[in-house]
């Protein structure tokens, strides 16, 4: 999961200094447990040291902190905190997603991401190319949509995506599904083929193309007997 671009620049947390007079923190995203554990020790203290926008910003990276060590109840504690400081910012939405997801909740999921992408939408203009956090927004929104059979959703979210990734390998495979879903069986095949002419050894995508051939009569020359076995069979 991607890091709230709130508290995360260019693979680095936000400067706390600028928020708080205290030190930086140091960056999660290649840290072990324990240097997760450390840093919670050092929010604690700008937590406590802050109040208002900033508390709730420290609160929601905290929380995504505790998700990561797997402490699910405190980061909802810190949640449900940062959301009664009545401000309104993407990270806390994608954050509760994430827990939402934990309890299976996913329609749930969805509605917080939706309110991420709108926030992250406000006052941002249109000739500004999306980052990589609201991208990675509308790819959690096409799955999940993907999931509750809300295809037309899905394809737009992940053709969004595809407009500034159009190499994304695992995007054109869940885009080839949905119109695989939807019955648009043209259509699928040829983002499956997609995916294979940009990782010729993505093995789901060539199963794919397999199945389509086979049960079309077509030959499939690019997948190995093994392979082929396994497409007959699934």
């Given amino acids: 999961m991607p890091e709230p671009p709130e508290l995360v620049k260019h693979g680095k947390v936000a400067s706390s200094q600028r928020l ?13 447990g324990k240097c997760f554990e450390l840093e919670i020790e050092e929010l604690n203290k700008v937590i406590h040291a802050n109040s208002g926008m900033m508390k ?3 609160l929601c990276r905290r929380a995504a902190l505790y998700l990561k060590l797997g402490c699910f109840n405190d980061a909802k504690a810190d949640l449900e905190e940062a959301e009664g400081q009545k401000h309104q910012f993407a990270a806390l939405h994608w954050q509760k997603h994430i827990l939402l997801l934990l309890e ?9 991401v939706e309110k991420t992408i709108e926030l ?15 991208l990675d927004a509308y790819r959690a929104r ?5 999931q509750l059979g809300r295809y037309e959703l899905a394809l737009q979210s992940y053709e969004m995506v595809l407009l500034f990734r159009p190499r994304e390998s695992r995007t054109l495979l869940n885009l080839g599904e949905v119109h695989e879903q939807m019955g648009n069986l043209e259509a699928a095949v040829a983002r499956f083929n997609e995916v294979i002419n940009v990782d010729g050894q993505n093995i789901p995508a ?5 199945k389509h051939h086979i049960h079309t009569g077509l030959e499939a020359s ?13």
């Fill in 104 to 112: 299976n909740r996913v329609s749930e999921a969805l509605s917080q």
């Fill in 56 to 58: 709730s910003i420290f």
């Fill in 120 to 134: 992250m939408l406000l006052g941002r203009s249109k000739k500004t190319p999306p980052s990589n956090f609201l």
């Fill in 142 to 146: 096409g799955y999940l949509s993907q």
């Fill in 206 to 210: 060539k199963l794919k193309v397999a």
């Fill in 222 to 234: 690019f997948i190995d007997a093994d392979d082929l076995f396994v497409a007959v069979t699934t």
């Fill in 20 to 32: 708080s007079g205290t030190p930086s923190l140091p960056s999660a995203d290649q840290c072990s």
